[in-house]
């Protein structure tokens, strides 16, 4: 029964939401076919390699509030930093040099960051590297602002929609926040012509099976070239601080099956699954991931980009973390590539 459904994925046919439903529910029993199954389909689009991005957190200000983050504007315990322009570049040198040919700016939604001071950045990058590709994580900007930088140069983006669920949304952040601007800012990306990432995290708060269900629905009528899951995990000082963790066994579950959901999808075994589970990254590239984003931030701001409790490899030169990387990949038996590591469009 559950074998066939999964080879009905595999088939790239379409699964219910009733489908999708009965493997969430039953995944301790079909957990080891599907990341079998997953895999096979990765190696066949992606072979044994693992794509890296150069995370740079350029700013931890954020102007929303949403009740999972640890850098919400409410959080007073924070201890707010933004980088120079000059020290975004910095870190986009440092990458090049370690092997990084894509970089990914990602921060709190900080106003101080105007298109203009965004497209200089970019614009610099990218004409100092033309072999790679900047990812831009801004949270939700205008069209016309996005516009702006996809002529500067940008050439995907990651905007997690956190839950495709409007109910569930609205529990998840204050009423300032909308799910139908986020879904039109996703849209718009897609217009744009920007490679789009979207995501969400396994066991947030107030998330049911079904919703997760609903997520591979979702996902399957956006098509975007990334998805990124991770676990919630708590932060002490925000309101879900009560709330328990996401479970790491799960995420790996929803991992494969959006690699066989979407076969082409480029996935990131995420830090938020590293926290949660110790050898969470080598599972999850096992579980159909086949991208990691060690972070290529200055070490004296490493910690402060808390988004939850615990997060790892905040003590660790960006060096440290690609070699630390490449061991952990290679345990697995994929390899990391010096790489744009585009999503590979069927031909
Ligand atoms: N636990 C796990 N992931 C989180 N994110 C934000 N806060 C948490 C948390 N407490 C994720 C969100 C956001 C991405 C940058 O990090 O999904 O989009
Ligand atoms: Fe950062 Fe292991 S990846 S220390």
């Known amino acids: 029964m559950y074998k066939s459904l999964i080879d009905k994925l595999e088939r790239e046919e379409i699964l219910s939401k009733e489908e999708y439903l ?15 199954r997953a895999r096979a389909v990765r190696e066949k689009h992606y072979g044994k390699s693992v ?15 949403c009740y999972y983050c640890g850098i919400r504007r409410s959080n007073k315990n924070a201890q707010r930093y933004r980088l120079t322009p000059e020290e975004i ?18 921060g709190g939604e900080d106003a101080y960051f105007t298109d203009d001071i965004f497209c200089s950045i970019i ?3 990218k ?19 996005l516009k702006k930088l996809k002529e500067a140069g940008a050439d995907r983006y990651l905007l997690r929609h956190e839950t495709c669920n409007k109910e569930h949304y609205k529990k998840l952040h204050p009423s300032q926040m909308s799910f139908e601007k986020r879904q039109e800012c996703i849209r718009n990306l897609k217009a744009l012509g920007y490679q789009v990432g979207v995501g969400f995290m396994v066991g947030s708060p107030y998330q049911s099976e079904e919703n997760l269900a609903q997520e591979m629905l979702y996902l399957k009528s956006i098509n975007p070239q990334m998805v990124g899951i991770g ?25 494969s099956l959006i690699r066989l959901t979407l076969p082409r999808v480029l996935l ?15 599972k999850g590239f096992l579980a159909g991931a086949n991208v990691t984003m060690p972070n290529l931030s200055p ?12 997060k790892i490899c905040t003590g660790d030169e960006a060096a440290q973390c690609i070699e630390c990387l490449k061991a952990r990949v290679k345990s697995t038996g994929y390899e990391i590539v010096t790489d744009r590591g585009d999503y590979r469009y069927e031909i």
């Open 51 to 65: 794509f890296i991005r150069g995370l740079i957190e350029f700013s931890n200000y954020c102007k929303n509030d």
């Open 123 to 125: 614009k610099k990058i």
């Open 299 to 310: 070490k004296s701001v490493r910690k402060k980009y808390m988004l939850y409790d615990n």
């Open 231 to 255: 676990p919630f995990l708590s932060h002490r000082d925000t309101p879900f601080c009560d709330f328990e963790n996401g479970d790491a066994q799960l995420t790996l579950f929803m991992l």
């Open 268 to 282: 990131p075994s995420t830090t938020a699954l590293g926290t949660a589970d110790s050898l969470g990254r080598e």
């Open 89 to 106: 570049f910095e870190c986009a040198c440092q990458g090049y040099s370690l092997g990084f040919r894509t970089f990914v700016l990602q």
């Open 127 to 145: 004409s100092q590297y033309p072999d790679c590709a900047v990812t831009l994580s801004l949270g939700e900007r205008s069209f016309e602002s």
């Open 22 to 36: 009965t493997l969430i529910k039953n995944r301790d029993k079909c957990f080891d076919y599907l990341s079998e």
